[in-house]
């Protein structure tokens, strides 16, 4: 599975951007996907996933109320759009994929096989 993901860059507090994955490579449709974010010197940490149907979503604290993530089965594609953006969501956005990801680990970077190179996100005045 390939990942490409897209739509970073900076941003003033308070506003938007919308990141994009594309995944090619396999059944989109079987796969849960997520997004991450990374900050220097810090672990890897859970955002946002959605499962195979799009029918179950799940957040971090930190985002939720904030983020939403959406699929496209059709397309292929994995959204987060991100609104009310402050500061602290400064990071490197990954997009992950994975096939056998069970509830438990939804959060759990180890739960994904797959992840694509990261965009970076910039809040700042």
């Known amino acids: 599975v390939q990942l490409q993901a897209s739509g970073g860059g900076l941003v003033q507090p308070g506003g938007s951007l919308r990141l994009s994955c594309e995944a090619s490579g396999r059944t989109f449709s079987r796969l849960d996907m997520a997004w991450f974010r990374q900050t220097p010197g810090k672990e890897r940490e859970f955002v946002a996933a959605?499962?195979?149907?799009?029918?179950?979503?799940y957040y971090a604290d930190p985002v939720l109320g904030r983020f939403i993530i959406s699929r496209d089965n059709i397309k292929n594609t994995v959204n987060l759009q991100m609104n009310s953006l402050k500061p602290e969501d400064t990071a490197v956005y990954y997009c992950?994929?994975?096939?056998?990801?069970?509830?438990?680990?939804?959060?759990?970077?180890?739960?994904?096989?797959?992840w694509g190179q990261g965009t970076l996100v910039t809040v700042s005045s």
């Open positions: 992950a994929a994975g096939s056998t990801v069970i509830t438990s680990s939804v959060r759990s970077t180890h739960a994904y096989h797959y």
């Open positions: 959605t499962r195979r149907s799009g029918g179950h979503t």
